[in-house]
């Protein structure tokens, strides 16, 4: 069907309606207004909007910050050791007497063990015994107290020998002070019947005062104690120093002794919270408790992490470069080079590590030390995960337009591997290179764990040998183990959710999806 011609009308415009637009101006693009964005910088874009990698980020800073900060702060040192105060409970003075984090433990007390408790408060004024639940007798007849005691009053007095020039900085220090810290020494000194240290707490009378005693008192009519103290009726007498005259006149009377002379200067019997702050300067408190050797758990803690975050930004770096060297190398060129150190990568990857760490510890160690020889073990087959990585990145990327496109252009090999290539790779790279850390201290955790490695040296430790001493204690004194445990924990944790947030946020691939 044929269409039909329509005729329009068009009326005409007129001539001096029509202008010229920008007749004397150039026409040009306008610039952005908005400021672009560099490739780190949107990579933080995307990397904040990952709440879970931040708040991972967030706690791996707050634990590398407390190995740096806390051994410069404290008070102790790893090789700090003290024996009376060993395996206490953690004690933090913002929760006194709260019942939890007060270095009290629940404790079942035979009537003796309860005296005893109870007599060391009496002579020191520092109560051991913190609270007093109930009490019962069993079928046998015997009474037993619960109580909650303070595991560090409960150490109450010690003997120590002291030279004559320690014995006498010590009396002028109670003197300048207006302290006590001697106190006189016990009739039955050198008695350790069935508890206490060295029977320095036995102060009173005792019913049986034979080695096996059970250390139960003789208490007067009101139910105190009655003390059983050394004396001496001759202040000047050979072998002894006296303090105090307790009974008669003149020259006649008796006098508690305070100081026993022996081949190298003095015994004495000491207050060993005042002496402790004599010697050290500061009160005795541990805020996650002490191990079996008497030491700061919390400052060991800090000093094994301060070494294992060395030892895995260490591993993990070095590992980083050679890997990525190597893996741009083999994925770049390919062919016979990618053949021939492929096998080469084989060989070391079939190398176990356990082998390697071991050997190294038996026949290195002794010659440039544990911790270069642990370092040299991670590093010998380490870097074969990363250049594994690497080389499966550039075989995807080397064939893709914009690397031919640069080729074309006149780039060099170096330009197109490190300007063009490696920055695609970046992401799972980068993600495999801090995911490292966490490896290298869970595995250098494990060889102390297993004491394939020795890393307990008087100013050394980690947090694998923390958890191997531990062991033992699980069921009698678990913060011992408690606190590594749960660091490493929140390490690996905090380490594997950062990880992945940071591979997303370097992938190329998402630039600008959450802007």
Partial sequence: MME??????????????????????????ERLKTKSISYFGDAWIRFRSNKSAVVAFS?????????????????????????????????????KNAGFWDGGQRSKQSEAGYQYLRSIGQESGVPAIMKEYDSFVDATGATFHNLRVDTYAQVGYTYQNLSAAEYQALMDYQDANNVQIIYPLSATQNKNFVRGNDGANF??????????????????????????????????????????????????????????????GYKVRVNYAEYFYYKNGFTPGFLFGSNQHGQDIFTCLAVGARLSFLLAIS?????????????????????????????????????????VATLFQLHLADKVGVVPSLLFAFVLTGW???????????????????VLAART????????????????????????????????????????????INLDASSLTSIGTMLSNGQGYLSTYPHIIMFPAI??????????????????ALNPSLRGADN
Avoid at 384 to 402: C, D, L, M, P, S
Avoid at 487 to 504: K, M, P, Q, T, V
Wanted: hydrophobic letters at 40%.
């Fill in 4 to 29: 039909k011609n329509v005729n329009v009308n068009i009326p005409a415009i007129p001539q001096e309606k029509f202008q010229f637009v920008q007749r004397e101006e150039r026409i040009h693009d």
């Fill in 59 to 95: 706690l791996i800073l707050v634990l590398l910050l407390f190995a740096i900060i806390v051994p410069e702060v404290s008070d102790y040192t790893v090789s700090f050791r003290d024996g009376y105060y060993k395996t206490v409970l953690p004690r933090n003075p913002l929760f």
């Fill in 203 to 264: 102060w009173y009378k005792l019913q049986d005062e034979t080695q096996g005693s059970t250390g139960a008192p003789v208490l007067d009519e009101n139910g105190d104690f009655i003390p059983n103290y050394l004396t001496s009726d001759d202040p000047q007498k050979a072998g002894y120093t006296s303090r105090m005259r307790i009974a008669g006149d003149g020259e006649n009377g008796v006098w508690y002794t305070y100081a026993q002379k022996n081949q190298t």
């Fill in 315 to 355: 591993v993990a770096s070095i590992n980083f470069i050679i890997g990525a060297v190597y893996g741009s190398v083999e994925g770049y060129y390919g062919g016979a080079v990618d053949m021939i150190m492929e096998r080469i990568s084989d060989v070391l990857a079939d190398v176990p590590f356990m082998v």
């Fill in 384 to 402: 074969v995960g990363t250049a594994a990585r690497v080389r499966t990145q550039f075989y995807r990327f080397k064939g893709h337009e914009y």
């Fill in 409 to 452: 252009l006149g780039a060099s090999d170096r330009r197109l591997i490190f300007k063009h290539i490696f920055p695609n790779s970046l992401g799972t790279i980068v993600t495999s290179a801090v995911m490292t850390i966490p490896g290298v201290i869970f595995s250098e955790s494990m060889l102390s764990y297993l004491h394939i």
């Fill in 487 to 504: 660091f490493i924990a929140i390490l690996e944790i905090s380490f594997n959710l950062f990880g992945n947030g940071l591979r997303d």
